[in-house]
C-alpha cells in the first residue's frame, strides 16, 4: 500500500481505468465531465505503464471492484486517446487530447506566461523562425498572438508557417530552448521533463484567432505567397462573423448578451439576410429595439470599423467555446437551417 500513497486522487483514478478493459473504461470515463476527464487523461499520458503492485494496491481502495488474474496497466498517449474518444467522440476527443498536450508541454515555458509579450519579442530576438514557432506552439493562444503581432512582417509569416507545419519535437529540444530563454529572462527556476509539443495548423489557428484584423489580414496575405496550401487550410477552419448560424439558438444567445448594442449594430453592416435573422431571433424584444435603434442612427462606417467589430464577436465565440460552453460546428459538418 504504501506505493500508493503519494499517488493523487486523479491519479488512482488513471490507474483504475488503465487496469480496466476499454469497454468497462469507457462507460466509466462517460461519467466525468469533460474537466476531470481531460485531467484523468492527462494523468493517464504521464503514468505510461504501471507496475502490477501498484495497480493492485489502489484497486484494492475500490472495494467494489474485483481484481481478476495479474495486472499489466499501460498508459501513454494512445490509451488517452482511444479513451476520450470513444467516450466522448472524435471531435470532442482531438480537442481534448490537444488541451492535455498543451498543459503538458507548455509547463516547459510557465515562466513566459507572466512576461509581457514586448518582453518576449525581445528575449526571442535572432532565434530562428523554427524556434520561435516552438515557444509559441507552447505558449497560450492569446499570449502567443500578441508576440507574433509583436514580430515584423518576413519573421511573422515564417513563424506562422512553422507553427503551422510543425510535428512533434524531441523533448530534448524542448528543454534546451526553454532552459535557454529561462536564462536569458533571468529566471532561477527550473521546470522538470515535457511531454509532447502542440504544433499544427490548430495552434496556428487559434493564436490568429485572437490576434488583432491587421495581423490577421497582413499574416494571411503573405502566407497566401509563402504557403498558399497552409493558407487555405487556416481559412478553412478560422471562425468568421457568418459562423454565428452554426451556432445553436441557445449558444447564439450566450454569444450575445456579451456584446453591446453598438458594436453589433456596426457588425452587421452588410452581412447576409441569414446572419441578420439569427441575431435579431436571439435576441429579446427589448434588446432588439436597442439594435434597431443604433442601427437607425449609425450613419456610412469603414470597413476596418465593421472589421474590427466582426472581430469582438468572433472573440466572444471563441472564448466561450475553448470554455466548452458552446460548439461551433466546422468542416463538413451538416450546418443548421433557421
Known amino acids: 500500500m504504501s506505493e500508493t500513497i503519494a499517488l493523487s486522487g486523479t491519479q488512482k483514478a488513471a490507474v483504475v481505468l488503465m487496469s480496466m478493459d476499454q469497454q468497462a473504461a469507457v462507460a466509466v470515463m462517460q461519467q466525468f465531465t469533460e474537466l476531470e476527464a481531460e485531467e484523468i487523461a492527462s494523468e493517464i499520458v504521464k503514468l505510461r505503464r504501471v507496475e502490477a503492485a501498484v495497480a493492485d494496491g489502489v484497486l484494492s481502495e475500490y472495494l467494489d471492484l474485483t481484481a481478476k488474474g495479474g495486472w499489466s496497466s499501460r498508459g501513454g498517449r494512445e490509451i488517452a486517446s482511444s479513451l476520450l474518444e470513444a467516450s466522448f467522440g472524435t471531435e470532442r476527443a482531438g480537442s481534448l487530447m490537444n488541451r492535455v498536450a498543451s498543459n503538458m508541454a507548455g509547463k516547459a515555458f510557465e515562466f513566459l506566461e507572466g512576461v509581457e509579450a514586448g518582453k518576449v519579442v525581445s528575449l526571442l530576438d535572432g532565434e530562428l523562425p523554427q524556434t520561435v514557432a516552438l515557444v509559441l506552439a507552447h505558449m497560450r493562444p492569446d499570449h502567443a498572438s500578441l508576440v507574433l503581432a509583436g514580430l515584423d512582417d518576413e519573421l511573422r509569416t515564417e513563424v506562422a508557417q512553422c507553427v503551422g507545419t510543425m510535428g512533434v519535437p524531441i523533448p530534448e529540444a524542448v528543454r534546451v530552448v526553454a532552459e535557454t530563454l529561462r536564462v536569458r529572462a533571468g529566471a532561477v527556476s527550473s521546470n522538470g521533463d515535457t511531454s509532447d509539443a502542440v504544433g499544427g495548423v490548430q495552434p496556428l489557428v487559434e493564436i490568429i484567432n485572437r490576434a488583432d484584423v ?64 439569427v441575431i435579431r431571433s436571439n435576441l429579446s424584444e427589448r434588446n432588439r429595439e436597442i439594435l434597431d435603434d443604433e442601427s437607425k442612427t449609425l450613419g456610412p462606417v469603414r470597413a476596418s470599423q465593421v472589421e474590427e467589430a466582426r472581430a469582438e464577436v468572433v472573440r466572444a465565440i471563441r472564448d466561450l467555446e475553448a470554455q466548452g460552453s458552446i460548439t461551433v460546428q466546422r468542416g463538413d459538418e451538416d450546418e443548421y437551417v433557421y
Open 214 to 277: 491587421a495581423t490577421e489580414r497582413a499574416l494571411l496575405e503573405r502566407l497566401d505567397e509563402l504557403d498558399p496550401e497552409l493558407a487555405e487550410e487556416v481559412r478553412s477552419r478560422m471562425l468568421t462573423f457568418a459562423d454565428i448560424v452554426k451556432l445553436e439558438k441557445r449558444d447564439v444567445q450566450q454569444v450575445l448578451r456579451g456584446i453591446d448594442a453598438s458594436v453589433l449594430a456596426v457588425a452587421m453592416k452588410g452581412s447576409t439576410e441569414a446572419v441578420t435573422e
